[in-house]
């Protein structure tokens, strides 16, 4: 069963718009949540991370917003360019070796 | 330099025969991993080695089996390819230390197809 549902599967996004994509967790025990981003051809990538102790994280562009008493999490892309096209994969672990990932977001940026 | 490298990057096999995928970090992490990736692009977690010990060891056929010769690699041996086992295989390392971030470091893949 998949501790990390993700959605949506696809987006498409006109440049300089807001790319949203929204995670939904139910084990509690977890206590890290990273964001990773896959380029076609090539493996995923750790973007942004955050810990459920902060309700927000912006780095750059993106920004995740933490809801911890909805058990969500959201990836926000501001200003998205066309090199934002790719793949992202939100996940979460309980401090232990196994990261759950949701299905993933392919983001398409129209310019 | 590479952090996490795999090779091959392409195999294409026919069924029935026993291949073989190799992935080595230079990052000097203690802990590695390998997923599956199918075609709808899901990451599924197969194996994890801490310091050589088998950790994680996901519902996977048999036919796969994980070698870990020192901690800096981690080899993959798949027996009786099938056509299921079509799909994309990440490496990926990372250390973990008592409250940190499980941040993991991926290889860029080997693309597998069976004929």
């Known amino acids: 069963q998949q501790q990390v549902k993700q959605s949506p599967q696809s987006l498409i996004v006109q440049k300089g718009g807001i790319s949203i994509i929204n995670c939904a967790y139910e084990?509690?025990?977890?206590?890290?949540f990273p964001w990773y981003q896959q380029f076609p051809g090539k493996g995923p990538a750790l973007l942004i991370a955050?810990?459920?102790?902060?309700s927000e994280k912006k780095e750059g562009r993106f920004t995740i917003s933490f809801n911890k008493s909805a058990k969500q999490f959201s990836l926000h892309i501001m200003d998205s360019q066309p090199g934002d096209s790719a793949t992202y994969f939100c996940?979460?672990?309980?401090?232990?070796?196994?990261?759950?990932f949701g299905a993933g977001t392919t983001v398409t940026v129209r310019a | 330099d590479t952090a996490v490298s795999q090779t091959p990057k392409y195999l294409v096999t026919q069924m029935g025969n026993d291949k073989s995928i190799k992935c080595e970090q230079n990052?000097?992490?203690?802990?590695m991993y390998w997923y599956k990736q199918d075609s709808k692009k899901f990451l599924k977690i197969m194996f994890s080695?801490?310091?050589?010990?088998?950790?994680i060891n996901e519902t996977v056929p048999n036919r796969f089996s994980p070698k870990s010769p020192d901690k800096a690699h981690l080899n993959l041996h798949i027996n009786s390819l099938e056509l299921g086992d079509s799909a994309v295989y990440f490496c990926?390392?990372?250390?973990?230390?008592?409250?940190?971030?499980?941040?993991?470091?991926f290889g860029p893949g080997t693309r597998l197809t069976v004929l």
């Open positions: 990926a390392s990372s250390q973990v230390a008592s409250g940190g971030a499980n941040t993991q470091y």
């Open positions: 084990n509690t025990a977890f206590d890290y």
């Open positions: 955050i810990r459920p102790d902060v």
């Open positions: 996940a979460a672990s309980k401090d232990d070796y196994k990261l759950s």
């Open positions: 990052l000097g992490h203690d802990t």
């Open positions: 080695y801490n310091n050589k010990e088998l950790i």
